[in-house]
């Protein structure tokens, strides 16, 4: 166990060149803890009054800018008191202990018409450039992506086809993204893909995973498919995506990417060979109740979040 009494906490992450571990509290705060899990002072970041928090809104993301040791920039994701998805750019106050809210930016918004399938993940890619993860807009069965043949698509969109990608993660070693996107009511996906290539159609509503979704035909050869897909119900009720682990306390994992799933409690990881999810494993970290996301720290190193508050860092047995 890392930390606890913690808030549902929904993701654990760093900064480049910074030791410092900062964990997002769905209800709008961000945390900052030390390498050998200690919280330290008050909020670095405090949106609780801004923020709505109930079901899958809340704070959602936290991703720092590649020359943050430069540029003292982070920024953040969260759905605010309107219901509407923003994107919000911060910069860290010159005492280094918190995030400046009198420099606020406004990045992106976008109105949702449910409470659900919001997405709301942020990561910098391996080409410096900030990706924001957003769902189908909530509700059962959404039907179409607003954009598609559309010219006045937005530029910012980079690929569609997703219901609720929660949790993205770019490997740079090898150039990829790795998304876990829930399924509705009967599978669960994992999908991977070229970081730098963009213009994917992942599918839905056609597919749903790796089968097609109600009696629609899905046999179109431009859809990408996941490389792993699972029951739901099942083996488990909604993916967490997670990391490919780099860290070195556990070399023989090296490469492997790791997951989970908000109902089974659990650890699931693969490595993908030849385009394909191969030497499956799994882990039961014993009774840690429900997932909400994994965290990955400066050193490649990896932690699991869950809905009782707590952050457990994933450790080589008797380490």
Request: hydrophobic content about 35%.
């Amino acid at each position: 166990l890392f930390l606890t009494g913690l808030e549902a906490p929904v993701l654990l992450t760093h900064a480049p060149g910074d030791d410092r571990l900062f964990v997002v509290e769905q209800a709008g705060r961000v945390l900052v803890a030390t390498t050998d899990g200690q919280l330290t002072g008050g909020p670095y970041l405090d949106l609780t009054g801004e923020v709505s928090f109930q079901g899958e809104r809340g704070l959602l993301g936290l991703a720092f800018h590649p020359s943050f040791q430069q540029n003292r920039r982070l920024f953040v994701s969260f759905t605010d008191r309107a219901g509407t998805s923003r994107v919000r750019r911060f910069t860290e106050a010159a005492s280094g202990d918190r995030a400046d809210p009198s420099s606020a930016i406004d990045i992106l918004s976008q109105s949702q018409p449910f409470s659900n399938h919001n997405g709301g993940h942020l990561a910098f890619g391996p080409d410096g450039m900030l990706y924001l993860g957003l769902g189908d807009g909530g509700s059962g069965g959404e039907a179409d992506n607003p954009f598609v043949a559309d010219p006045e698509a937005r530029d910012e969109i980079w690929a569609y086809g997703l219901r609720n990608p929660w949790r993205f993660s770019f490997d740079h070693i090898e150039g990829r993204v790795y998304i876990g996107d829930v399924g509705q009511s009967s599978r669960e996906e994992v999908s991977v893909v070229d970081a730098m290539a963009g213009g994917y159609n992942f599918g839905w509503n056609l597919k749903e995973g790796d089968r097609c979704f109600a009696s629609a035909p899905c046999d179109d050869p431009d859809l990408t498919d996941p490389v792993l897909a699972y029951d739901n119900p099942g083996s488990g009720c909604s993916v967490v995506g997670g990391y490919v682990y780099r860290g070195g306390g556990i070399p023989e994992l090296a490469g492997t990417y790791l997951y989970s799933d908000f109902c089974a409690g659990r650890v699931e990881g693969f490595r993908l060979v030849q385009g394909t999810a191969q030497q499956r494993k799994t882990w039961i970290p014993g009774e840690i109740g429900r997932v909400t996301s994994l965290g990955e720290d400066r050193a490649g190193e990896l932690y699991i979040l869950t809905a009782a508050g707590n952050v457990y860092r994933i450790r080589r047995r008797g380490g």
